[in-house]
């Protein structure tokens, strides 16, 4: 296993293998939205990004990719309604166990599909803002590429991928905090490889096309930015 300071693209998670234990996986999603709301920064991407650009007459619409548990666009949906503001949300994932555990808990909310960015972009679909949480470190060179084309098609004013920046410190403390879930979720294990697998910022940045910009966000985050309009 390589040190952190290079990108261990070879990293695998559990939660990506199609037999994996789903009863574990189901906890894994159930997780994600307290580790989400711990560490993924989204009340803070939808206060300074998103807000502005809503309204109270017209409805916005966003997309949500790679959705896993469903509780970020939950939260966005969320949010918006208790702001008085008119928010349209999509939320897409290819994998069908995450698309079985999103409709176990129906939302009035959000409309959660099975389906990958490209078929969106085939089907002539756009949103005025398109998201994704922890889906960058996920994919390839050409994964990434596809899904950068792919949202810059399908968003009118503003994408946001929101991801993890690896760091050593990162690394431990995620370790420690999440040591007592070991056994009980894909949580403590994936988080680590997840860690191994993200980016630093000018990796990043050297990966992506003009027209997209890494900006930090605390604590151990990167957002990829793309303002359309
Ligand atoms: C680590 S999970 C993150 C889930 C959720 N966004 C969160 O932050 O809690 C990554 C999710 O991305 C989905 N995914 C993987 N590759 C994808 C792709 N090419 N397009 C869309 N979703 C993808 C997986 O099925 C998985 O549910």
Redesign the pocket.
Known sequence: MPGLATRDTEAR?L?DDPACDLRLLRSTYAQ?RL??RAV?GWRRVYVRRLRPLLSADRPTSLL??????G??PRALAGWARRDGLLLDVTA????ER?CAFAAATPSPDVLFLQA??SDLVAAGERFDLVV????LH??DGP?LAG?LADSAALARRLVVHNDIERSPLAYAAWSAATFPLRGRSFVHVDGRL?IRRSYRRSELAAHVPDGWSVERQRPYRLLLVQERA
């Open positions: 998670e939660m994600f580790v989400n993924s949500d990719i790679g959705f896993g548990g509780d970020v897409i994932d290819p994998d995450a990958t960015s994704s949480n922890h889906l996920h994919l994964g899904l997840s």
